[in-house]
């Protein structure tokens, strides 16, 4: 009998560090300091996490926000190189817009949406931040988005399948 062996091949992750902070934390004794990573984490078909990092150096901050972001990575489903419709979300204190738009426009759009955008994949959106103009927020603004995108696909794929009839 012969067995088949499938392969998973992974795709390398693109990874990007959005901003790295120094925090100063004022104690008996002086000044204590730390730093804090933000870094996204993408496959660009599709999968991608965000991860945050806190350390008393910058290279083992970034190293644990690299392995928290890849623990979170999400799916999320797309219309080729673009979003599948239009999401307005609200995280935080950033209320983030963001909607597909036609083949070679591009990412319009700030930094923080625009580097979610491309570890997921996509190529061509248009993307409005409100309010906050803080990392942290606009990308869990942008993941939060992105993941309700994913809820509602799937709730209208579930619906298309109870209205076909039965034959």
Same mark, same amino acid.
């Given at each position: 009998?012969?067995?088949?062996?499938?392969?998973?091949?992974?795709?390398?992750?693109?990874?990007?560090?959005?901003?790295?902070?120094?925090?100063?934390?004022?104690?008996?004794?002086?000044?204590?300091? +730390?730093?804090?990573?933000?870094?996204?984490?993408?496959?660009?078909?599709?999968?991608?996490?965000?991860?945050?990092?806190?350390?008393?150096?910058?290279?083992?901050?970034?190293?644990?926000?690299?392995?928290?972001?890849?623990?979170?990575?999400? %799916?999320?489903?797309?219309?080729?190189?673009?979003?599948?419709?239009? =999401? $307005? =979300?609200?995280?935080?204190?950033?209320?983030?817009?963001?909607?597909?738009?036609?083949?070679?426009?591009?990412?319009?759009?700030?930094?923080?949406?625009?580097? =979610?955008?491309?570890?997921?994949?996509?190529?061509?959106?248009? $993307?409005?931040?409100?309010?906050?103009?803080?990392?942290?927020?606009? =990308?869990?603004?942008?993941?939060?988005?992105?993941?309700?995108?994913? $809820?509602? +696909? %799937?709730?209208?794929?579930?619906?298309?399948?109870?209205?076909?009839?039965?034959?």
């Amino acid at each position: 009998m012969k067995e088949e062996v499938e392969l998973t091949q992974e795709l390398p992750l693109s990874e990007k560090v959005l901003s790295i902070r120094r925090v100063t934390k004022v104690v008996k004794g002086g000044k204590k300091m +730390h730093f804090s990573a933000l870094v996204i984490v993408g496959d660009g078909v599709g999968r991608c996490g965000i991860g945050m990092g806190k350390a008393n150096e910058v290279p083992k901050a970034i190293k644990k926000a690299i392995l928290r972001a890849q623990k979170q990575m999400t %799916e999320i489903p797309l219309a080729g190189p673009t979003l599948l419709y239009d =999401v $307005t =979300v609200k995280k935080g204190a950033s209320v983030i817009m963001l909607k597909p738009a036609s083949p070679g426009t591009g990412i319009i759009g700030g930094k923080s949406v625009k580097a =979610v955008l491309e570890a997921l994949g996509v190529r061509d959106a248009i $993307t409005k931040s409100m309010k906050s103009n803080n990392p942290i927020n606009v =990308v869990r603004a942008t993941i939060e988005g992105l993941k309700m995108m994913k $809820t509602i +696909h %799937e709730r209208n794929t579930i619906r298309k399948k109870i209205e076909e009839p039965v034959v």
